[in-house]
């Protein structure tokens, strides 16, 4: 049978998701896992390659396996065998033919922004800390433009291979929750750090350095020199994936 | 000069407040990081002594120095010296017989249980996981019984040596912020190990083990068995450490 699984982590101390030569990945923590449980080589597949030091509330990935194990036990097993920055919420079964990767879907990521006059240690693995004042309007109001059908090729790391880079954003919403302002980007796939360079934007936009409205002229030019920076990764999260039907 | 210091940190990583032979604290590192910065040796003496894993936003030490650095930039000497799980977010100058020990004053922790189906490995940090279902109304009940004075005997590791196990706890306050269930106690002292065992209580009635009016009995028994157990150190936090005038 086919079964996915739901997976929140802590990315601090991983090279990312994708299994790679130079470093520990969840995605080899996974396949680990699996293959101890079953007593079988297991390999995953992702729905999305999550960068180093990226968390997640719930990336999803699915592995096919022989066993009497109801699917919904599964994850209980894996979290026996997983560290505890690595924790599968759900485990169920699904068509043979469901690929997260080949499904339409919505993905929803929060970038989250420390602004204050200290850092806070014991938030200091999932934010980024800035320590000048943000203008959380401004943000907002920049953030409309990134809403609706657009080439992003701006908001691409500049290196990045990709057929097409025109995204769809369904929803960019910026709001303050006690001292963090949250970036929520919701939308049916991104690009190569896309989210983090629309986060490093919005930090410029809030900073006074960038006007709200130049954002049009930054997705029209079509070209990663006009945007703002690649913030840093510890405060993206991938907060879900879902399928779209 | 007398300079007070209000000083965070992320607990993990180390053996608690005070220095000891086996292991790193957080009073070491203040020490190094002071010695190193005014190249004479300096010793903090803290407002209170956390345990091993304890977290704080605002614990407080003073410690005297020679210097003609302002005080109130002192925390940004020291921040560049320290790791960053210790950040003093405040420094000032006090009257040079201010002891943070002999002063009343006003403390406020707080004890933060993740109660839901799966942990979560960003929060794992400073939440205590705790899987089955916990009656967050049955607690506030309880807790309402701890708040006044009272002698806490039964809330007091049974190795401690007092002189006086009587305290005032001006409030205990249970209330839930998304799945994350937070007892807040405000007190002008707490015994060891105290707010640790009114937590671990706490959760024995949510769990329907004890019952809240049974709180009034545990308390006169003056006996630490009648209590719960000794909630993990994880989950609790140092929020506040204030005088009272």
């Not at 999803?60 to 599964?74: G, H, N, Q, Y």
């Not at 938030?123 to 943000?134: E, K, Q, V």
Request: hydrophobic share 40%.
């Amino acid at each position: 049978m086919r079964v996915k699984l739901v997976v929140a982590y802590d990315g601090t101390n991983y090279k990312g998701w994708q299994v790679q030569p130079n470093g520990v990945t969840i995605e080899e923590k996974l396949n680990d896992a699996l293959t101890n449980l079953f007593k079988t080589p297991i390999n995953v597949i992702g729905a999305s390659r999550t960068d180093s030091g990226v968390h997640s509330l719930g990336n999803v990935c699915i592995f096919d396996v022989d066993t009497r194990m109801p699917a919904e036990k599964i994850c209980f097993a894996l979290n026996q065998r997983l560290p505890e920055d690595i924790v599968v919420i759900d485990s169920c079964k699904v068509a043979d033919d469901f690929h997260p990767r080949f499904v339409k879907s919505k993905k929803v990521y929060e970038y989250r922004i420390l602004n204050r006059k200290f850092p806070d240690p014991t938030r200091r693995l999932d934010t980024h800390f800035y320590y000048y004042d943000l203008d959380v309007k401004k943000m907002e109001q920049a953030a409309k433009f990134i809403e609706g059908e657009h080439d992003f090729k701006s908001f691409c790391a500049a290196n990045a291979q990709v057929k097409t880079t025109v995204r769809t954003v369904y929803a960019c919403e910026v709001f303050k929750k006690d001292d963090v302002i949250i970036i929520r980007v919701t939308g049916n796939g991104f690009l190569y750090n896309m989210v983090r360079i629309i986060a490093g934007t919005l930090i410029k936009v809030g900073s006074g350095d960038i006007r709200p409205e130049e954002l049009k002229d930054i997705i029209e030019k079509k070209d990663r020199g006009f945007a703002g920076p690649t913030a840093p990764a510890k405060g993206l999260t991938m907060i879900s994936w879902e399928e779209e039907k």
